[in-house]
């Protein structure tokens, strides 16, 4: 049973950064592609970033490209998001997803599997 952990959401003030990783287990996951999202109160989930952890192609949304970046250590079946120039409207719980196919979208049904979420808050 595929099992996905994440870690490293905490409090942070703005312009500070923040390394996010997310922990796969109980599957094959060398051909997956695996998601990052978040959700803050309120609002509806939405992606935030993607990757192929075969090639490592990449994929995020306008509002944090050249802020995030998304990276993958596959011998530790880790995903990895860093957080750098963090906003106040970053704040959000921030979920790990996967998608058996590698689709690289970023859409919520796209993705099979997700953990449990961790809490990032930006403080002005």
């Known amino acids: 049973q595929v099992q996905l952990v994440e870690s490293g959401g905490r409090l942070v003030q703005a312009g500070g950064s923040l390394k996010l990783s997310c922990a796969a287990s109980?599957?094959?996951?060398?051909?997956?592609?695996m998601g990052w999202f978040r959700q803050a109160p309120g609002e509806e989930r939405e992606f935030v970033a993607a990757?192929?952890?075969?090639?490592?192609?990449?994929n995020y949304r306008d509002s944090v490209k050249g802020r995030f970046a998304i990276s993958r250590n596959n011998a530790k079946n880790i995903v990895y998001l860093q957080m750098n120039s963090l906003k106040p409207e970053d704040t959000a719980v921030y979920y790990c997803?996967?998608?058996?196919?590698?689709?690289?979208?970023?859409?919520?049904?796209?993705?099979?599997?997700w953990g449990q979420g961790t809490q990032v808050t930006v403080s002005s």
């Open positions: 109980g599957g094959t996951f060398s051909t997956y592609g």
């Open positions: 990757i192929r952890l075969l090639g490592g192609t990449t």
């Open positions: 997803a996967a998608d058996p196919w590698a689709k690289l979208g970023s859409g919520i049904r796209e993705y099979d599997y």
